[in-house]
């Protein structure tokens, strides 16, 4: 994917990763770096039709809950689900997966496989592996259900136990019964981090967060999360953001601003990276509804030493809303923190966001906000109710997915005011995306949208799919995919091609 920004491209230039990926590949969850849910792509459907196969170039089946974000590099697509249809029946009941797809056919080519670890307060039934991987070079770096961050070989067992990790029969089986030997189709694990042994934080429904690689080092929201009852944070001195070798998995760097202690529900943002005025940043948005700009780590810190991240600025979206004993706010539908969903987006020297209150256990208030990304303060603020998406910013314009609400909006990057709005048919978890001077969005309600990403409204397309449409859409090298909770499908313009089962 080609960067459209001159100042994120400089980022780009100046993190000079040690391998390069396709031209058009997508290998992280958004936009390279700055998380913008866009795509420099062209060639895709601007109609989807899966009674007559009309978009369709390829389906490739999944499990029955699928939430990740298909990821394309390398020739490879990379999407999480469970292993309620199973590939391999040596793996056998709720597991958490990670498929390597074919790009051009949808086969499998290999599977992480990830037994869940019997609680059902920190690792969640049936959820699969939720969390987009990122890939760099040769390796994909994954955090699974039960939050080890991974680091993959990009061609799995096929090619042999790369090691140093040896232990993969060990990782992939139940810890009772009888250990599932490696086979050709088993994930090859170069290394594995257990953030909860790590640096002692709580699991709390499943591990989320896709990790964002700045030169040598991988950057990660911790997942520390309140208790099975949402009454309390067992551990409110664990960090929220941590900081690793990509090459070795050794634990580097944290932040030391206290989060867990505001904590109300889960840390769930993702960082992000942007350079503002020369000066390299890490933005992240905390479990206390704060966003925190923080230095980058430029060199490894001494063996055996952990650094605490240095604070360049933080922003409260929401400064009146509560600050201590923030669980005894759970359920309360008017008054409650504030907290994150989403990562925040860089677009040049600016910020863009969606904050409020918890979809779960919140109040009805939620905003879409403009930020100053050099000083951290509010340009501009847009009232939602609920929101669980990532903003897509393209030129002027801004799309926003309002769940509470259930509408798609039209914002004016200048003014934050809205230039249209529409209603969907469900809740929106999935995050709008722009490709091809489009707009794709789905629901939970199976339905599939296709909007002209302009400012004046134009409906293209309305279509329902098998499955509802948690995770957020993706683009790469001419083709949109789409996974259902059941099936990932390949969309391009010209396509058409029958719905068919596992492939």
């Not at 100046?14 to 390279?32: K, T, V, Y």
């Not at 390597?100 to 969640?124: N, R």
């Not at 987009?132 to 080890?148: F, I, M, Q, S």
């Not at 059941?486 to 492939?503: E, Q």
Request: proline residues 7%.
């Amino acid at each position: 994917m080609r960067l459209n920004n001159k100042t994120i491209h400089s980022a780009f230039v100046f993190m000079a990763l040690a391998l390069p990926c396709f031209a058009a590949d997508l290998p992280q969850f958004g936009e390279r770096f700055t998380r913008n849910q866009i795509a420099n792509e062209t060639g895709l459907p601007s109609k989807v039709d899966p009674v007559t196969g009309e978009g369709i170039k390829w389906t490739s089946k999944l499990g029955s809950q699928s939430y990740a974000t298909p990821v394309i590099a390398q020739g490879k697509v990379f999407v999480g689900t469970n292993n309620e249809s199973p590939r391999d029946p040596r793996h056998k009941g709720d597991r958490g997966i990670i498929y390597c797809l074919d790009e051009k056919t949808g086969k499998m080519i290999w599977q992480s496989v990830v037994p869940k670890i019997g609680d059902a307060a920190q690792d969640w039934p049936g959820a699969g592996i939720a969390a987009p991987v990122t890939v760099e070079g040769g390796r994909v770096y994954a955090l699974n259900n039960r939050v080890d961050l991974m680091c993959l070989d990009i061609n799995g067992m096929a090619n042999g136990n790369d090691g140093p990790f040896k232990d993969e029969a060990k990782h992939q089986s139940p810890a009772t019964g009888e250990q599932v030997p490696v086979g050709p189709t088993d994930a090859d694990i170069i290394w594995v981090a257990d953030l909860q042994a790590l640096v002692n934080i709580q699991r709390h429904d499943t591990g989320y967060g896709n990790p964002l690689i700045v030169g040598d080092f991988l950057y990660i929201n911790s997942n520390n999360g309140v208790d099975g009852q949402h009454t309390r944070v067992p551990q409110p001195n664990a960090p929220s953001l941590l900081v690793f070798d990509k090459k070795t998995g050794r634990l580097a760097g944290k932040d030391a601003e206290n989060i867990g202690q505001r904590l109300f529900h889960n840390t769930y943002s993702s960082p992000s990276y942007g350079v503002v005025k020369g000066r390299p940043q890490i933005c992240f948005g905390g479990g206390d509804g704060v966003v925190y700009a923080f230095e980058p780590l430029t060199k490894m810190p001494p063996e055996g030493t952990v650094v605490d991240l240095k604070r360049i600025w933080k922003y409260d979206p929401d400064p009146t809303s509560p600050k201590v004993n923030v669980n005894k706010y759970k359920s309360n539908r008017k008054v409650s923190p504030s907290n994150f969903l989403t990562p925040v987006v860089f677009v040049g020297d600016r910020l863009y966001l969606t904050v409020g209150g918890d979809i779960w256990w919140g109040k009805f208030e939620a905003w879409l906000k403009c930020v100053d990304a050099e000083k951290g303060t509010e340009i501009w603020s847009y009232s939602m109710k609920h929101s669980c998406s990532t903003p897509a910013v393209v030129g002027p314009l801004i799309f926003v997915a309002d769940t509470g609400n259930k509408t798609i909006n039209c914002v004016d990057t200048a003014t934050g005011k809205a230039l249209w709005t529409h209603p969907l048919e469900g809740d929106i978890w999935s995050s709008p995306f722009v490709a091809d001077g489009k707009l794709y969005i789905g629901t939970r309600k199976n339905k599939f949208y296709i909007f002209a990403a302009a400012k004046e409204k134009n409906l293209l397309c309305e279509t329902t799919l098998d499955a509802p449409i948690t995770a957020t859409l993706s683009a790469a090298n001419g083709v949109l995919y789409v996974a259902t909770h059941k099936t990932l499908y390949a969309l391009s313009a010209g396509a058409r091609s029958m719905p068919t089962g596992v492939r």
